[in-house]
C-alpha cells in the first residue's frame, strides 16, 4: 500500500484585522492566523502556541530546524505585486532552532577551515613549482644572478597571468618556455625595449632592436668560468 504524504501545516501573516473564532481574541495586522476548516484560529487555539517564528533567509537553518522540530509550520503571507501567497519562514520548536544553530555554526567552522587549509595549499604548492621553476632557469642560466632568477620565477609563474610559466609546456619545465620566460625578463629589465614602445615603435622592430643585446646576455648566463 502507498503510504500517502502529509500535506504541510499553513499559518497565514493577515493584512486585515481578524478574531480568533474560538477564544474570541483579537487578530490585528501581522499577526499569524491559522484556518482550520475556514475557520479562523489564533496560535494558541491552534496549538501552535509553542513555536517560535524562524524567518526565511538561511536555508541550511531551516532546513536542519523543521527536522529537528517535532512540529513545523510554514508561515505564508500574500503579496500584492505578485499575487500569490509567499513563504515568510517557518514556525518550529525553540530547542530545534537551538540545535540547528549549533550545527551551522559548527558547519561554518568546518567550511572555515577547510578553506584555510586548502588557500595554504594553494600557496604552498605555487611556492614549489616556482621554487622548481627557478631550479631550472639555474640549470640553464647558472651565471644569472640568484635574485634575478626567483624575479623570473615569480613574474613567469604568476597565477591566472597568462604568462610563459602558466603554459602546460613550462609546468613540464621545457627548457623552450624557461629560454622565452629568461628573454623577456632581459627584454623588458635590461634593454630598451620599453621606451622605444613609448616612442611609437613597432612591437616587433623594437624587438629586433634589442635581439643582439638580449642574446649577448643569454650568453653570459650560460657561461660558466672554468674553476
Request: with cysteine.
Amino acid at each position: 500500500m502507498k503510504k500517502q504524504k502529509s500535506k504541510d501545516l499553513l499559518v497565514y501573516i493577515i493584512r486585515r484585522d481578524s478574531q480568533c473564532a474560538e477564544c474570541g481574541k483579537e487578530l490585528l495586522h501581522g499577526s499569524f492566523l491559522y484556518l482550520e476548516k475556514g475557520t479562523p484560529l489564533c496560535l494558541s487555539c491552534a496549538d501552535f502556541g509553542h513555536l517560535e517564528f524562524l524567518p526565511r533567509g538561511d536555508m541550511a537553518l531551516t532546513l536542519r530546524a523543521r527536522k529537528n522540530s517535532k512540529i513545523s509550520v510554514i508561515v505564508l503571507q500574500w503579496s500584492r505585486t505578485r499575487k500569490r501567497y509567499e513563504r515568510q519562514g517557518v514556525l518550529v520548536e525553540q530547542t530545534a532552532i537551538e540545535q540547528a544553530m549549533k550545527q551551522c555554526l559548527s558547519d561554518a567552522e568546518f567550511r572555515k577551515e577547510r578553506r584555510k587549509r586548502e588557500a595554504m595549499r594553494r600557496v604552498e604548492l605555487d611556492e614549489k613549482y616556482v621554487s622548481e621553476f627557478a631550479a631550472q632557469i639555474q640549470n640553464l642560466f647558472p651565471e644569472c644572478p640568484r635574485k634575478e632568477t626567483l624575479r623570473i620565477a615569480e613574474y613567469a609563474c604568476k597565477k591566472y597571468s597568462g604568462r610563459v610559466g602558466r603554459t602546460a609546456m613550462a609546468k613540464e619545465f621545457d627548457s623552450q618556455a624557461i629560454v622565452l620566460a629568461v628573454k623577456a625578463h632581459i627584454r623588458h629589465e635590461h634593454t630598451n625595449y620599453d621606451e622605444l614602445l613609448m616612442k611609437g615603435r613597432e612591437r616587433f622592430t623594437a624587438r629586433d632592436q634589442v635581439e643582439n643585446k638580449i642574446n649577448q646576455i643569454l650568453e653570459k648566463w650560460q657561461w660558466v668560468e672554468d674553476k
